[in-house]
């Protein structure tokens, strides 16, 4: 079992800046990737980024690409995603995901966080 809890949500206005954090618990991580995805209301929940938690792979998705970055510390078993230059249309539900990356990357595995609301004004 893994458990994930996102922090740093928040509302900032147009150009701002967030960080968002995951912390992990529970089983081995060290075969997890670990990614976020995002659902704005009245839209289907869509994949942002990825990173793998041993090799260092990366994925983000175009919309954010330039903007958003994803890292991870593996002594605190915890993924960040620093979002510069937000944007209103990337107000949403943030939710973080773990799993193999075949799944994070695409749909989403089994484990999940409770989601973290981003709001940015313009």
């Known amino acids: 079992q893994v458990q994930l809890v996102e922090s740093g949500g928040g509302s900032v206005q147009a150009g701002g800046s967030l960080r968002l954090s995951c912390a992990a618990s529970g089983q081995s991580m060290g075969i997890f990737t670990m990614g976020w995805f995002r659902q704005a209301p009245g839209k289907e929940r869509e994949f942002v980024a990825a990173?793998?938690?041993?090799?260092?792979?990366?994925l983000l998705a175009t919309p954010v690409k330039g903007r958003f970055t994803i890292s991870r510390d593996n002594t605190r078993n915890t993924v960040y995603l620093q979002m510069d230059n937000l944007k209103p249309e990337d107000t949403a539900t943030y939710y973080c995901n773990a799993g193999p990356w075949m799944a994070v990357t695409t749909t989403g595995s089994n484990y999940w966080g409770q989601g973290t609301q981003v709001t940015v004004s313009s």
């Open positions: 990173r793998g938690w041993s090799s260092g792979n990366t």
